[in-house]
Structure formats: C-alpha cells, structure tokens
C-alpha cells in the first residue's frame, strides 16, 4: 500500500510542476516523499484517511520547514492540521529526541511553548471540553455520562464531502478516538527531531446503547479499536473498564512489558467516567515527565457506556539535557518512579490545573508537592489568625447582631485585602525551596508506611545562615526554619499556616488511588478562639478541580443541609470566597441552636464553585459528599486515621442540592457506609423519604403557633385576617393556603401581587395550592371590586383605588411594605432575608395614620426579619414568633426519617419505608403521620413553655426563644457528660420508650430497636429527648433542684 500511494504522490507531484516545490532538487524531493512515506514510521491509518493530495501537502510543508530553517538558522518547527469531518491530524516536532537505547529530553523552554504542548492544549480544548456531563440530579455519574455521548452521537451530522474550516470538525461535537504517535525516524536535517502525529476519528461503537450493567468491551468499545488491539491489550482495558463500572471512580493502573511500536513499555491506563475531571491529557506529561519518563504513544478511547480511558505507553529516558546544555541522569530506580508515578497521576487526576502548576511544569517541584501545596495555601487563606484578637474585642463590645453581621463582613474583606489569595501564591513561589520541606513533614505524618518516602536536603534562602538544613518533623523546627527563611513578615504568616496545616490534619485520602477531590478532616482547635465564640466537633476541608468547600458539626452526631454557592460575577465569587468559612461555621451555629428537639446537633456543609465553573454544581457536589465519605469510612491502606473513632454525619438539602439527596444515599450505598439509609434525608419516596412538601411538616409546627395565639387569645380563625409571602407553588405557602382557616386577603409570590381586603377566594386558591402553581393563575373573576393581582413584569399598571402601579416587580418587592394593607396576622412563607430590618421595620409597622397593620407574626420562611427588627416590632405590641422556633417541623421530620432508617434493617427498609409506583406501604402511613403528631405536639410544649415566661417576665419572644434553645442545648451537653444518668437503667429506658416513635416499637421490640441505633446516637437521642421535655415542662427559670426531682420521678 505504501509503495502505490508513495507512487501516486510523485505523479501528483509530477503533474504540478511549477508549484510549491520546484525551487528544491528532484532528487531531494523523491527523497523527501520516500522519508515520508516509508522511513519515518507514519503508523497506516494515515494511509487509509489522507488522500494523496493531502500527502503532498504534508511534504511541502517539511519541504518547506526545511528550507526557511536552513536559511535562517531557526529552530524547526513544523506544523501540520488536516481536519476533515469524521478525522483530525496534527503533526509537530516531538519534545523527546535521541536514539532508543539513551533517549534524551531537549528542553525547549517552559512546556506551554513547545509544540507538543500547543497541539495538546488545543486537542484538550477543541475536543476534550465538549464532553460535559448533563445537570441530572437523578442519574449515577455512569448514566450521565453514557447520556452525553448519546447526546453527541444524536447531535452529529452525516458525513459530507468537503473540508470544513479547522477547528470546526464535527468531532468536536462527536465521540472520538485518539492515537498519538512519535516517530520511528527523525529528520536528521532538522538537528534529528522526531515528529509527534496525533490521529483523532469518530467513533463506530458495537453497541452504541449498551445495556446499564454491561461491561464488555467487545460490546462497549468501538469498532476501530477492537480490530487494532492484540488479546493482552484488550484484556487491560477490559480489566480497567470492569473496575470502574464496579465502583463509580477512577482507575489508575500500570501493566508491564506491552509491546509499543517495536518498543517495551510500561502501560498506563487511566480509566474514569466523562465529566470526572478535565485538563488531564494536556497535563498527564508534566506528570511523566517529572520522573524521566517519556510516552512513545498515547491513545485514548472512549466506550458506549460512558467510559473513558487514556493509555500512556512509558519509557525511561536515559539522559536529561537541561536548559544550559548541561546533562543529568535520574537518579531513582525505574521502579521506584513507577510507584511514584502512579499516585501522582491520581493527584493529577483531581486538581489537573491550578495556580502551582507552572512549578509541575518547569520541573521545580512534582506533582505531590505543588497538589500539597494548592490544599496548604487554601487551608492558610482560610485560617489565617492575624488581627484576630482585636476582632474578638470589638465583637464582645457589640451587642447588635446586624452590626455583628457588619464586622464578620468587615473581617472577610481584611482578610481578602491583607491576605489574598494572589499574596500567597507569590510567597509560595518566591519560597518554593520550603515547600520540599513542608511537604515532606506531611508526608512523614500522613503517608501510609507503605510507599516510599523520599527525603530531601534543600539550601537555606538566608545566606547568612549559610549551608543545608535536612527535614524535620518537629513543628518548632519547622518554625524555625520558616523564620529563617522567609524575608517578610507576611510571608513568614503564610508559612506559619502551612506548618499549621500539617499539625492539624486528623486523616485525609491524599494518598488514596481512587479519590475525586481531596479531604481533610481538621482539629477543630484550629479556630481561633479570638475570632470564633464556640468550638465545633469537626471541620472538613474539601478541595476539588471545580470548588472548595467546609463542613463543619458542632456535635459528634450532627445534620444539616449542604449548600451550593455560585457566583454571578467575579466580585461576588471574590465576596464568597473570603467569607467561606464564616458562612459555614455560622451556618452550622445557628443549626445548632435550632436542632434543639432532636439528636443531632447542627451542622452545615458549604461549596463554593469555582469562577470558571459556574456549571459544574452536580459534578461538584458528587465529589464533595464521595471525598467526605472517603474520611468518614477510611481506607486503612491508604489513610492515616489520627481520630480513630467513628464519625456520624448527616446530610440533608440546601440551596442547590434539593435534588441531590437521593443519588448521596445510593452512593453512600455503593461506597460500603452501613448508614447509607440515613445518610441524607430530602430523600425521594422511593428511598423511604418523607417529604416535607407533601405532609406539610414544616407547615405543621407553623400552623401549631398560629392556632396557639389564637386558642390563647380566644380568636375565631375564620374572623382573623392574613397575609403570606410565598405562593400556592411552594412548599410552605400552598401547605399554609390548605391548612390555614383564616381569610386571606393578600397573597405575594415570584409572580405577583394578589390582594383582596375582602378575602381572597378559598376554593381558588385551594385549587392553585393542590396544582402547585402560581398566584397569578387565580381567576380574576373570584376577585371583589376591591381586589386585584399586579404581575411582576407589568408597568403603569391601575389599580381599583385609580392609583397606577409603575413597576409590577418594584410592586411586589415591597408589598409586605405597603400601608394599604392591614392584617391580623402575618405568615411568611418566602421572601427576600432581612426584608423588614431597622431601616425598614416602621413602614411595616404603621399605616399613613400611624396605626398598626398587623398584630400577630409567625416566621414560616427562615430570616424574614432581622433579630433586631424583631424586637422593634415586639416593643410595638405586635406578638411575634420567630423563625427558629415556628419551622422547626421539618427539621424534626428529617431527624425521625434519619431514627427509621437507622432502626430498620435493609430489607425491613426496602420493605416497609420505600414507596414502589403507587403503593405505599402501611408501616410508611402510619409512621407519617405520627411524624405529624410529635411535629405538633413538640410545637404545642415550646409555645406554652415560651407563652408562660413572657407572661411571667414581658421579655420580647424573640429573646425567650434563643433563651429556650441555649437552655436545652446546655442541659443536653451535660447529660451527655454525665455517666451516672447514662447508667441509670430504668431512667433510659423509661426516656428511650417516650423518645423512639410508637410505630417502630410496635414493628419492632424497644431492645431490638436500641440494639440497632449507633452507640453515640442512642446516647444522643436519651439526652436530646429528657433536656427538651424538662425545659418545655418546667420552664426557662426551673432550678437544678427541679432537674433532680424531674429525673426522680423518671427514675421510678
């Protein structure tokens, strides 16, 4: 075949005399076109895809190369694209050069400007990018990614002759095959530079819609490759594959002596599912690099379900050329750079790109040590403790919340300003000899036995120290020399937290094979007590390719939300970023506090999506919750557990992740957590989940304070007027409208304005609430002359009164301020947070008149108003319920979703809890609705509890329900300190048989239940139960003696 299509490029050749190539020898062109075509070792597809005319093409370009470098003496840099709609090609020199038996590296400069490099980056760019995986909150990563190579496949044209313009091939919109390839011969006038070709096709899969649990390549893989590939060679991928179908994460893994070419190699195959990770194959080579290692070929395959696997065919290389034309020669054994090799490429695999990685890629420091140090320098943003002490002065002298909130803010932008993150990447960089250092005292700490360590010896940057200074573990010699070292006071606080960062790490998976972000599990004394008021009982440290992100617990069994923040424009991601942290740890302090009815105590997971990944919110949170259950169920192999204990957490939705909560649990499943049932709650049905939307459980305890002041009061429902924020489409507004018996006379939602002074029509807005639909559906026919509804996107827009609304949206936004409206109570059920605060509470208060508007609140939806809003409109006279208190149903919901699935075996579970199409198991029915009764129940004792003492001493409601959730949270904590109440038998059990919902106690015996529960949780659930029900018995001012009396009478 060489010979004819050789034969065919002359004659084209021939023909075109006078063209291109006539100002070179004939002879020397025959020559050029038979090193072409039969010397160099062009691999023969590229016979099969590039027509002769193209050919030709090729060798004028060397031809051309040739000559302009012989003239001017430059480098040779040849460059070929040949782009067709089901194929690319790219040929550039290669950046290895030399014999086979003592391969040389020629450094060209940085890596970003060598040739390879370019065509790499734009492979990556061009093709690579496009495979995102869909936003699907239900799909397992396989499915979504099986997902977008069927998209790509639909979405692709039929092949048509002609050449598109390069760069719009339609394999950037296809799935691809990709062979890269180093030349057998160099081109010796070139100064013997060999050239690297890169083949890209469309692929033909066997069975482009293979079954979900099928694993054979021979079904899975394209028709190309199947043909290509010897049995041991299939046999690898086949291995590769069927390990990352089994586990949902990436596969790192060598195979040695693989004919390459005529060569031996070591294989390295990568395995992973698309959308897992990406920068990879353009920066894979930094990674082999690093250890001397050069791939003669690469390829990359993808397979029908979704897989993608990269193959790096390694070579040692011999000889090293540096910049000055000085040689080294490695100086570790091949083996031992294959062990290193293969944990950094999973490093590689997760933080592909970052602010370190020029130091990869200029050989200053490898993959361990720029990855350590993108985790230390996010670790020292976050922590840094400079001017913390006069932070904590100023906030003990404030006593206003919102000024509070102003200096928490006031500190993240010191913070941003004094230490950004730019300040410590040039500290890193100036430094960089310190890192070797630190990040061997991490490694010497947190790496398994097993791998090999390596100590370095580095130079003092002080000269006046002078000589070399070996690793030590110790941190006060780590000080020292970080004092030394360092020339600026900044700089050397930098390092100090790196340091610190290394002291305080209780277990991370860095060194796991398979991770997909990076964990720390931190000392919580890590927090300065000058800056933070309380402790918590653990803080995690994510660390992914697309975000950051905290969670934080406050007790050793804790629940809370895990929240997305995305940024809309970069000073925002700049705000969000420096005040991370702050927001994870309040956030998790005022779950704390609201957690007061139920075991576990508060906390909150944060993260922060990167500003180029505004997109990426799924991928994010996958990797999160799997990075954090790398520490929750660590692996002994491969992680250091300095904690030793085991560690419940809990999670539950927040903004962004409503939708996530099901694929957490089945994760959590698949990963081997024994609590994978109670792993989330938000859960569908179908996992046993319990929504609130449907029960109304939030609702519950909502409407409990509400009947509560007017069972107090002795009001008539049906007579009381109300007015809501949030609509009959939401969870909260549409249970209100269905469960409320009062007349509603203004509704306001994401829609609109619907008023009515003489009450909204019951039945329509029922009927809205059941369809779960917006406010401006209400028929305009069911309004009274008076009524009206002002959709958000109408303008100058009358109203019955003759007045004009300029703006429906500006309308709506103030509604709740407006003076037409007077109400007996006032139910939020959404809205904007701190919507009435002190600049605004007045025009909520008062009409034009100066009469009231509204005489009673309760907070449905969380930060309506500001605390200190509350105890304006308190002074007023107006009776008020916050939001802590009045919501709390749905947290108490979750807890008692989390107590059955921690009571019930899998199959009891599966059996009992999960609902399967229509049909909803009796147990499920049951149990549901004794949720509802101890949501309202729980409700019914804290108001009473809190009604008597304001009666008893006129403090503003607002501040009793702070006092009452300190006042259960410190009891519990004692009682959970306490040994002597823990032992004392017929007391638990006598707590344990009112704590435990009857419903499970039928099902299953009181010992068999307890016997299940997690030893930490049953202690717990006894302390959380006996606290509360004291308090709410016994009042807020009841003595220790009251306590003991209480426990007494238990004790009987």
């Not at 108003?865 to 006279?877: P, V």
């Amino acid at each position: 075949m060489s010979a004819a299509t050789e034969q065919q490029v002359l004659e084209l050749l021939a023909s075109k005399a006078g063209r291109a190539l006539d100002f070179l020898n004939p002879d020397k062109v025959k020559e050029l076109v038979h090193f072409w075509m039969s010397e160099i070792g062009l691999p023969a597809r590229y016979f099969e895809i590039v027509s002769a005319e193209d050919i030709l093409k090729h060798v004028e370009s060397l031809a051309a190369e040739l000559a302009g470098q012989a003239a001017s003496g430059s480098t040779f840099d040849m460059e070929i694209r040949h782009e067709t709609e089901t194929s690319a090609l790219y040929v550039v020199p290669s950046s290895v050069s030399g014999k086979d038996s003592g391969m040389m590296r020629y450094s060209l400069g940085p890596a970003q400007s060598t040739p390879v490099h370019r065509v790499e980056n734009y492979i990556e760019q061009t093709f690579f990018s496009r495979f995102h995986n869909d936003e699907d909150e239900h799909a397992d990563v396989q499915t979504q990614a099986r997902r977008t190579l069927v998209r790509s496949l639909s979405t692709a044209q039929p092949h048509s002759p002609g050449s598109p313009t390069p760069g719009s091939t339609i394999l950037a919109n296809r799935p691809f095959r990709l062979q890269a390839f180093r030349s057998k011969a160099a081109v010796e006038e070139a100064g013997g530079a060999h050239l690297r070709l890169y083949l890209l096709q469309a692929c033909e899969f066997v069975n482009p819609k293979p079954a979900d649990d099928e694993t054979r390549i021979e079904e899975l893989a394209d028709k190309g490759f199947l043909s290509d590939v010897d049995a041991k060679t299939k046999a690898a991928y086949q291995e590769v594959v069927r390990k990352t179908v089994e586990t949902g994460e990436p596969v790192f893994q060598f195979f040695q002596d693989f004919e390459d070419e005529g060569h031996k190699a070591t294989l390295l195959l990568v395995s992973h599912f698309i959308g897992d990770t990406h920068s990879f194959f353009v920066g894979m080579p930094a990674v082999y690099r690093h250890y001397y290692m050069f791939a003669h070929t690469k390829y990359v395959e993808m397979f029908s379900n979704g897989i993608i696997v990269f193959a790096f065919y390694l070579n040692p290389l011999s000889v090293i050329r540096q910049p000055d034309g000085s040689t080294v020669e490695p100086s570790s054994k091949l083996v031992s750079r294959m062990a290193h090799m293969e944990q950094d490429a999973s490093l590689h695999f997760v933080l592909p790109k970052h602010s370190f990685t020029p130091l990869l890629t200029s050989g200053k420091l490898s993959v361990q040590e720029t990855t350590y140090a993108y985790c230390a320098a996010k670790f020292a943003f976050h922590f840094l403790n400079r001017g913390e002490r006069d932070h904590r002065e100023v906030a003990l002298a404030l006593q206003s919340s919102e000024a509070l909130a102003a200096l928490s803010r006031l500190r993240a932008a010191f913070r941003m300003h004094a230490f950004n993150e730019g300040f410590i990447v040039d500290a890193v960089i100036t430094n960089k000899q310190l890192i070797s250092v630190l990040y061997d005292d991490f490694a010497a700490r947190h790496m398994p036995s097993f791998m090999h360590r390596r100590s370095r010896v580095i130079s003092s940057s002080n000269p006046e120290t002078g000589g070399t200074m070996e690793r030590e573990s110790g941190k006060e010699r780590l000080l020292q020399l970080v004092r030394e070292s360092c020339k600026t006071e900044g700089e050397r606080t930098v390092f100090e937290a790196f340091v610190t960062f290394n002291t305080s790490i209780l277990k991370t998976n860095y060194y796991k094979p398979s991770k997909r972000a990076i964990s720390f599990r931190l000392e919580p004394s890590i927090l300065s007590s000058n800056a933070f008021t309380e402790r918590p009982f653990g803080v995690f440290m994510i660390v992914g390719a697309e975000f950051r992100g905290f969670h934080v617990r406050f007790r050793d069994v804790a629940r809370g939300g895990i929240r997305l923040v995305r940024s809309r424009y970069p000073q925002a991601y700049n705000n969000n970023v420096s005040a991370l942290f702050d927001e994870c740890f309040n956030l998790a302090s005022t779950q704390q506090r609201k957690n007061k009815d139920i075991p576990e105590g508060g906390s909150k997971g944060v993260i922060l999506l990167g500003w180029k990944y505004q997109d990426k919110g799924q991928v994010a949170f996958r990797k999160f919750v799997d990075a954090v259950l790398d520490c929750m169920i660590p692996d002994e192999q491969y992680m250091i557990d300095h904690y030793g204990k085991e560690e419940l957490l809990f999670l539950g939705p927040d903004e962004g992740t409503a939708d996530f909560m099901d694929w957490a649990s089945l994760h959590a499943r698949k990963r081997g957590y024994k609590y994978w049932k109670a792993f989330t709650t938000g859960k569908g049905t179908s996992l046993g989940g319990i929504p609130h939307d449907t029960y109304g459980m939030t609702t519950n305890s909502v409407r409990a304070y509400v009947e509560g002041i007017q069972e107090q009061l002795g009001l008539d429902p049906k007579k009381c007027t109300k007015m809501q924020t949030g609509g009959p489409d939401g969870d909260l507004g549409s249970n209100e409208i269905k469960m409320g018996l009062e007349k509603t006379v203004a509704i306001v939602d994401g829609s609109g304005v619907a008023y009515d002074p003489e009450g909204l029509d019951k039945e329509e807005l029922t009927s809205l609430a059941t369809r779960r639909i917006m406010v401006s559906n209400f028929n305009k026919d069911k309004f009274s002359p008076q009524g009206f509804f002002v959709n958000v996107e109408e303008s100058d827009c009358p109203l019955p009164d003759g007045s004009t609304v300029p703006s429906g949206l500006d309308f709506r936004n103030v509604f709740h301020l407006n003076p037409m409206v007077h109400v007996d109570f006032f139910v939020p059920c959404g809205g904007r947070p701190a919507a009435v605060s002190t600049e605004n509470y007045k025009a909520f208060l008062y009409d034009n008149d100066g009469r009231l508007r509204v005489k009673y609140i309760v907070e449905g939806a969380n930060l309506f108003f500001t605390q200190e809003a509350r105890l304006k409109i308190e002074e007023a006279g107006v009776i008020l319920i916050k939001d802590a208190s009045a919501n709390k149903g749905g947290v108490t919901s979750s807890s008692l979703e989390v107590l059955a699935a921690l009571c019930l075996t899998d199959e009891e579970f599966v059996e009992h809890m999960a609902i399967a199409g229509d049909v909803v198991p009796e147990l499920y029915q049951t149990y549901v609705k004794e949720v509802q009764g101890i949501i309202n129940n729980n409700a019914k004792l804290e108001f009473k509890c809190m009604w008597e003492h304001h009666k008893a001493t006129n403090e503003p409601m607002s501040i009793i329900s702070d006092l009452l959730s300190n006042k259960i949270v410190h009891l519990r904590d004692a009682i959970l300190a306490s040994e002597r109440i823990w032992t004392n038998q017929t007391l638990k059990t006598n707590i344990l048989k009112r704590a435990i919902p009857k419903t499970l106690q039928e099902f299953r015996p009181l010992d068999v239940l307890t016997s299940r529960l997690p030893a930490v949780y049953l202690k717990t659930l006894f302390a959380s139960y006996l606290s509360s029900r004291f308090v709410y018995s016994q009042g807020l001012l009841a003595s220790d003696l009251a306590f003991f009396e209480y426990v007494q009478e238990l004790s009987a």
